[in-house]
């Protein structure tokens, strides 16, 4: 059979993939592990920064996948996972594939930006620092500043930043707060919603707090409804409860509100959380957050804080059920499902009657 010949019109939108890739790794790595680090060429290719929520979504994997690629190419020396104090992974450094093999290397590695979420990344020698931008902070001056603080409502905003951090708030920090009125335009709403949205998440560091108000702009968030909207698709136990319960897409306000009632009021761990939401998808189609907080809220009740405690409520249940006369009516579709102490039926029938 003749040759084929292979032409292409034009390379502007191109990804190159080393020969070597082809030759010496593409036929032991599986299909997840192929199509992740192709992306990441791609990725770096365009100049684009990525996550892995975003790989994840864009191949329809669990981040588990996509993290479990990324560490089996480390291992294969292709590339090397860069991660900040707090063990989160901030950076992907792709290698020279000549020096993985064992051929004289190039000297040429290739450095991609991870995205982080919600925030970018702390510059670094491993992450370009990032260009002006119309919401780039001024360097303030003391007039400036001492003009700030005599406005009628900024010693209001003044309080209830110090509130949040913890302490009166320094000539730095103050000019922050400045930058958010003035060059962000967000309303003092939002400023209190954006300090409380990192202080949740243990972050006092001005720099922080500025990174993800930058962000926020960006995006056109100048609201707290548009914030917390916007925040919760870069929230990992959002995604991960959303992905449980069979949704996609970003969480309606009232959905949010369970999530946000499970992991935060409860104090639910993602295990037990996770447990709840596949008894739910096992038992209904419908209204699975209201099912889903059924038992949760009776497993705040029965004082869960481990699996091993559903399974201690599983027992006792079922001993107790094995204790009483069988009916004489005819099982139901919940007969075989293992029930805690909370009657599935009648719960099924209250939620389909609304």
């Known amino acids: 059979m003749a040759h084929l010949a292979i ?3 034009n390379d502007t939108t191109s990804t190159v993939v ?13 299909d997840a592990q192929i199509k992740v680090y192709l992306y990441l060429l791609r990725m770096f290719s365009a100049g684009q ?8 979504d864009k191949f329809n994997h669990t981040e588990k996948d996509v993290i479990r690629s990324l560490k089996y190419w480390e291992k294969q020396k292709l590339l090397n996972l860069e991660y900040d104090e707090e063990k989160n992974l901030r ?61 009628a409502n900024t010693s209001q905003l003044l309080f209830i930043a110090e509130s949040y951090i913890g302490k009166p708030l320094t000539p730095s920090e103050m000019k922050s707060i400045l930058f958010f009125t003035d060059v962000l335009h967000f309303s003092d709403d939002l400023i209190d919603y954006l300090l409380q949205y990192c202080v949740d998440r243990n972050k006092r560091d001005f720099k922080y707090i500025e990174k993800v108000a930058i ?21 990992k136990s959002v995604y991960t409860i959303m992905n449980e319960l069979g949704k996609s897409g970003s969480p309606t306000s009232k959905e949010l509100e369970f999530i946000n009632r499970w992991t935060k009021e409860y104090g639910f761990s993602m295990d037990i959380i996770a447990e709840a939401c596949e008894r739910t998808v096992l038992a209904t189609d419908k209204h699975r957050f209201e099912y889903a ?16 405690d559903i399974r201690r409520i599983d027992d006792l249940h079922q001993k107790q059920k094995a204790a009483k006369p069988a009916k004489s009516s005819g099982s139901n579709r ?13 719960l099924e029938q209250e939620l389909l009657s609304n």
């Open 7 to 9: 032409y292409k019109d």
């Open 18 to 30: 080393p020969n070597l890739f082809i030759d010496k790794y593409l036929a032991d790595a599986n």
């Open 49 to 56: 920064a990525t996550s892995v929520s975003d790989i994840a």
């Open 91 to 151: 950076g992907i450094h792709l290698r020279d594939l000549s020096q993985a093999a064992g051929i004289s290397p190039s000297g040429k590695n290739l450095k991609l930006t991870l995205s982080a979420q919600p925030e970018p990344p702390e510059p670094s020698d491993a992450f370009p620092v990032a260009q002006e931008t119309p919401f780039s902070k001024p360097a303030y001056s003391p007039d400036q500043l001492r003009e700030f603080k005599n406005r």
């Open 215 to 235: 962000r926020w702009a960006e995006e056109g968030v100048t609201t707290p409804k548009q914030a917390q909207k916007y925040a919760s698709r870069y929230d």
């Open 293 to 308: 907080d059924s038992i949760l809220s009776s497993w705040l009740r029965q004082d869960v804080h481990h699996k091993a």
């Open 334 to 346: 919940f007969n075989q499902f293992p029930q805690n102490n909370y009657d599935f039926d009648a």
